[in-house]
């Protein structure tokens, strides 16, 4: 099983131009999840989708835009890249289950990371 | 929006020392995870905690939640350089919201 396998690993853009992150999973999970993460801020959710061709935004969406047309694919696009979304972007993914008043089971599995800079 | 705090951000200790990391919120949380992340690599789920007061073991790691349920510990007794990483505590107050992670612990181990 490869589990979550983001592409492209490392990537570098310039000030304005535009990228898709893409993030594919093989695990049949329900929930993905974009977070970035920059020194001393720990990880922060962009977007994230509960379910196919849905999605939501999370703590820091500006200047993202996500589409997940299947299942198993969760994309993060940049229409303008600016300097302020250098940073490490994760994907991950998991699979809830509910009981009657919370969700339980909410293991996240993580892909190995992107490297971005804009300059 | 949901508030975290996690404590200390940075511990340097030598092998064999313990350490312990706290998460801490505001709100009564429906429940908290714990993650390590490798210098370099992916955050790593390391364990789910629910009930109040439950304690759970993983060889020398103990993970606590509070009887309020508003804080957390992760306690690694006599560490070792294999333990050098950021931990970080990813929680939930209630219902659909989304989780949030805290800023993590980054834990160095002089050898």
């Given amino acids: 099983n490869a589990g979550v396998t983001q592409t492209p690993k490392f990537r570098v853009l310039k000030t304005g131009q535009s990228m898709t992150l893409l993030c594919a999973q093989d695990m049949n999970h329900e929930y993905m999840y974009w977070y970035r993460q920059d020194p001393g801020m720990g990880l922060r959710l962009i977007h994230y989708s509960v379910g196919e061709g849905t999605t939501a935004k999370g703590e820091v969406p500006d200047g993202y835009n996500v589409s997940r047309l299947k299942k198993q ?3 993060l696009g940049l229409e303008s890249a600016a300097p302020s979304q250098t940073s490490v972007y994760f994907c991950a993914s998991s699979s809830p289950f509910w009981t009657s ?5 909410e293991k996240l599995f993580f892909g190995s990371g992107t490297q971005l800079s804009v300059l | 929006g949901q508030q975290v705090m996690q404590i200390p951000q940075y511990q340097h200790v030598q092998e064999g020392e313990d350490f312990t990391t706290y998460c801490n919120s505001s709100t009564t949380l429906s429940n908290i995870q714990w993650y390590k992340q490798r210098p370099g690599g992916h955050p790593v789920f390391l364990i789910q905690l629910v009930k109040s007061g439950e304690v759970k073991k993983q060889k020398r790691l103990t993970f606590q939640f509070g009887e309020a349920k508003k ?5 690694i007794t006599a560490t070792q350089t294999t ?3 950021t931990y970080f505590c990813r929680v939930r107050n209630s219902g659909n919201t989304p989780l949030v992670f805290g800023k993590g612990t980054r834990l ?3 050898a």
């Fill in chain 1, 73 to 75: 694919n969760f994309l």
């Fill in chain 2, 83 to 85: 333990d050098v990483g």
């Fill in chain 2, 71 to 75: 804080n957390s510990s992760l306690h």
């Fill in chain 1, 101 to 105: 008043k919370d969700p339980i089971n």
């Fill in chain 2, 108 to 110: 160095s181990v002089i």
